[in-house]
């Protein structure tokens, strides 16, 4: 009997594996977000199954399902009924802002004299025309976009409702053997133990830190910033609020967008309470929360660049949507990181950097053995 070569055998198993997985990865493809969710909520909430398993007598399935309620009761409703809430002010604010502005557009004479307290007005004067014929196509673009973001909404209430059933569905196995499933997905990874634990150590460590940062920071300050708006008499306030809360998420002038406007709009009308109010919440208060305690939350978890946060950040939700907000510093941990392993990997084949700049260059792993 003939025997089979092993490299052919290794070869036409590994074509059938590729092969295989990849059938299996696009037939779940709708899946995946869901399941990675899944996956990340699982490693956060793990200490909390692991004291209910305790104090079970180590009854796995009922703390599973304890858990996966906890995070029904105490932030699925809450964010749902939030949802239902910002979609009947933002269709409030759409009807009430959009025939306002138009007004105006149609009757620029109506507001001229709130235009006369804008510094430079009489440079503005002779492009006074193609300003308002410029303000009125942009609030037509903003009515289409209203009307279709919330059509959208709809149609998607019923897919994400679907979704996260399917992602708790998976948490209660992720919960009960997730042990088991990274020690297999590990073993199957053709990585040294160290830099399995490297990886896996910065996913987990840049997920928890940027969900904890982005929830509280982004809760605080669109909180506070509703609030002001609520006080100065803007409509819309738990809309505006919420829009800020998730506009914090870009460092430093993220809140800043919306309310700026908000302010000039409020100065134009003459409401210079408001404005103050909005100086000092939203810019004082609100506006200096990322930079006191963003560090404090996050700390060294992330080890990683403000540059890189701000990009990941901006990059996940470009192309994951709103997800991309966790997503995407993830994947750029994962990249820093996996360029980090082939420096340490390749070290003897990567000569040494020599003088930039009047500074002499070292090798990372001498920087950090140094340390």
């Known amino acids: 009997m003939q025997v089979k070569n092993p490299l052919i055998n290794k070869a036409v198993l590994l074509i059938l594996v590729v092969a295989i997985s ?9 899946f995946l977000m869901a399941i990675f969710m899944a996956g990340l ?8 199954y692991i004291r209910l398993k305790r104090r079970l007598n180590g009854r796995e ?15 699925l409703l809450p964010f749902s009924i939030l949802i239902t809430v ?14 306002w502005v138009e007004s105006f557009v149609k009757e620029p004479g109506a507001l001229t004299h709130y235009l006369e307290k804008i510094p430079y007005y009489q440079e503005l004067l002779p492009y006074r025309d193609m300003i308002f014929e410029k303000a009125g196509q942009a609030v037509g673009m903003i009515s289409n976009l209203l009307i279709n973001s919330l059509s959208s909404i709809t149609k998607m209430t019923v897919n994400a409702v679907f979704k996260a059933v399917i992602m708790l569905y998976v948490m209660f196995y992720f919960l009960t ?3 088991e499933l990274l020690e297999k997905i590990l073993y199957y990874l053709p990585l040294a133990h160290h830099d399995e634990e490297r990886l896996l150590h910065r996913f ?15 809760m605080l300050q669109g909180g506070l910033c509703g609030l002001a708006f609520y006080l100065a008499g803007i409509q819309g306030a738990v809309f505006w609020g919420t829009v800020m809360a998730v506009m914090s998420i870009i460092p430093a002038f993220g809140t800043a967008i919306i ?18 109010l909005l100086a000092i919440i939203c810019g004082a208060v609100a506006g200096n929360l990322d930079n006191v305690l963003r560090p404090r939350l996050v700390g060294k978890d992330t080890e990683m660049p403000d540059l890189f946060v701000l990009f990941g950040t901006l990059g996940g939700i470009a192309l994951f949507g709103m997800l991309g907000i966790i997503i995407g510093p993830i994947i ?30 070292q090798r990372p792993d001498e920087g950090e053995t140094k340390e």
Request: charged share 10%; aromatic share 8%.
């Open 41 to 48: 909520f699982s490693a956060m909430v793990n200490p909390v």
């Open 86 to 99: 910002v979609a009947g002010q933002a269709v409030h604010v759409g009807q009430s802002v959009t025939p």
């Open 22 to 30: 990849a059938l299996f990865l696009t037939m779940i493809r709708q």
């Open 332 to 361: 750029s941990a994962l990249f820093i990181t996996i360029w980090e392993i082939y420096g340490d990997a390749f070290q003897e084949y990567l000569p040494a950097v020599g003088t930039i700049n009047g500074k002499d260059r």
């Open 204 to 218: 987990t460590s840049v997920a928890g830190a940027t969900i904890k940062s982005t929830l509280i920071i982004g």
């Open 177 to 179: 053997m997730g042990d």
């Open 259 to 276: 309310w700026g406007p908000a302010m000039i709009v409020l100065a134009l009308i003459g409401n210079i309470k408001g404005v103050i």
């Open 61 to 75: 399935n009922l703390a599973s399902i304890l858990t996966i309620c906890g995070i029904v009761v105490l932030v």
